[in-house]
């Protein structure tokens, strides 16, 4: 699956963020997802909520952007725009 991938590894990149702040949590999480990258807000919310389980991330508010510009140079990704930790 091409959703899983993309978001296991962001929450990869979440897990390292976290780590080098020595967080003991991450409260929100900030992504774009450009215009191509065949995801809805709602989809990615669904896939983030399943791979976060158990980590982390597990339960921290999410603000996704979704582009609608298709000749953005990220349009096909999903940008970590911020991690919000405690």
Known sequence: MHEASLINDLIGKISTV??????????GVEVWLG????????HFREHFEQ???GTIAEGADLDVDVSTDTSHA???HIVLMSVEVE
């Open 51 to 53: 791979a976060s389980s």
């Open 74 to 76: 990220d349009a096909l």
């Open 18 to 27: 976290a780590a080098e702040q020595n967080a003991q949590k991450v409260v």
């Open 35 to 42: 215009a191509l990258c065949h995801m809805s807000a709602d």
